[in-house]
Nanobody, 119 residues
Framework: QVQLVESGGGLVQPGGSLTLSCRVTGRTSSPYRMGWFRQAPGKEREYVASITWGVTTHYADSMKGRSAISRDNTKNTIYLQMNVLKPEDTAKYYC?????????????WGQGTQVTVSE
């Protein structure tokens, strides 16, 4: 079973940067696709970014130019670097994994890590 553990959240000032980590454990250490999502209280879950086969990246429009998703195979970890953070980036960020091409959704989800952008 794949387990995902996020870390790196916290309080950051507007305009600052933050890097989130998602450690992947279990039998599948290199899923087909990894994604980052976020959800603020009272709002729908929002897609942030994804990385497929650890190579192909994709970003939500709100994240383009401000974020970078990457992987470190030696650590079985993916990262989400966010720059020029804004108050609207405040949310709980979740890491998710789609284990194979044939899977129709992200099957595994982490517990999330809180990101708060405020003075």
């Amino acid at each position: 079973q794949v387990q995902l553990v996020e870390s790196g959240g916290g309080l950051v000032q507007p305009g600052g940067s933050l890097t989130l980590s998602c450690r992947v454990t279990g039998r599948t250490s290199s899923p087909y696709r990894m994604g980052w999502f976020r959800q603020a209280p009272g709002k729908e879950r929002e897609y942030v970014a994804s990385i497929t086969w650890g190579v192909t990246t994709h970003y939500a429009d709100s994240m383009k130019g401000r974020s970078a998703i990457s992987r470190d195979n030696t650590k079985n970890t993916i990262y989400l670097q966010m720059n020029v953070l804004k108050p609207e980036d405040t949310a709980k960020y979740y890491c998710a994994a789609q284990t194979s091409l044939t899977a129709n959704s992200y099957e595994y989800w982490g517990q999330g890590t809180q990101v708060t952008v405020s003075e």
